[in-house]
């Protein structure tokens, strides 16, 4: 059994959608990060980074008891090694999935989270910061629209966690104001990803409780309640 520990985010969709596609047994344990439970100490123990998601194995091969995991892409590699699905072990095709993955968790993720918070959720808009964030998530696009344009199927080829990865940041691309039509590669690929039943189930095992986005859950959710924290220690 696999703890989840886990809210309904692009970051954590890619945990449950890896876990659908596997078959592993898990359970979820939903964290609520607008209320600030990223913050609790048995959190803050699997999780230092105080983000979701964060995973432990009850049973781990070592067998030396439960084991926990965080940050997404080595959770994704984690996942993959233990059970020898969707990560190569030949050494280029293996180092190809861990470039786009890493491409992923360094930039396509980043700058839409980036983009998301200024253009959808700031409570004052800066357009600067907009445009900044607007120009390179476009630039991303563009960049996963020619490879998939070389690969013709996935992003490193083959399915992967590299395509598990980078899906569920593309799946906000309407709320972000991009259309699909503009990377006619990404648009072939994302409805060959999204027709996969497990990528359906992954992101719908969970969703936010409907309460209002009010002035705490912007604390929780970007920077305050970490600032006042650390200025604690």
């Known amino acids: 059994m696999i703890d989840l520990h886990y809210a309904p985010t692009p970051n954590g969709w890619k ?17 609520n990060i607008r209320a600030g439970e ?3 100490p048995e959190f803050l123990a699997i999780s230092p980074n105080n983000r979701i998601p964060a995973i432990v194995d009850h049973e781990p091969a070592d067998g030396q008891g439960p084991f926990s995991v965080f940050e997404t892409g080595a959770i994704l590699i984690y ?4 059970t020898g699905r969707f990560l190569p072990t030949e050494m280029r095709a293996r180092s190809q999935v861990m470039q786009w993955l890493m491409w992923q968790m360094s930039g396509l993720g980043p700058m839409l989270g980036q983009h ?3 253009a959808l ?3 004052e808009k800066f357009p600067y910061a907009i445009e900044r964030y607007r120009d390179e998530a476009a630039r991303l696009y563009g960049v996963l629209d020619r490879q998939l344009g070389k690969t ?3 992003v490193a080829g083959d399915y992967s966690i590299a395509d598990i990865a980078c899906f569920p940041w593309t799946m906000t691309h309407k709320a972000q104001g991009f259309t699909l039509d503009d990377y006619p590669n990404v648009k072939r690929w994302y409805a060959e990803v999204r ?4 990528v ?8 936010f409780v409907k309460e209002p986005f009010d002035e705490e859950a912007r604390r929780n959710m970007f920077g305050a309640r970490a600032k006042e924290m650390a200025g604690k220690r």
């Open 200 to 207: 359906q189930t992954g992101p719908a095992i969970g969703k």
């Open 79 to 82: 996942l993959a090694d233990k």
């Open 195 to 198: 027709a996969r039943p497990k």
């Open 121 to 123: 959720y700031a409570a």
């Open 15 to 31: 945990v449950s959608i890896m876990l659908e596609e596997l078959g592993l047994p898990y359970q979820v344990i939903p964290v």
């Open 38 to 40: 990223q913050f609790r």
């Open 152 to 154: 013709g199927a996935y």
């Open 116 to 118: 998301g918070h200024f």
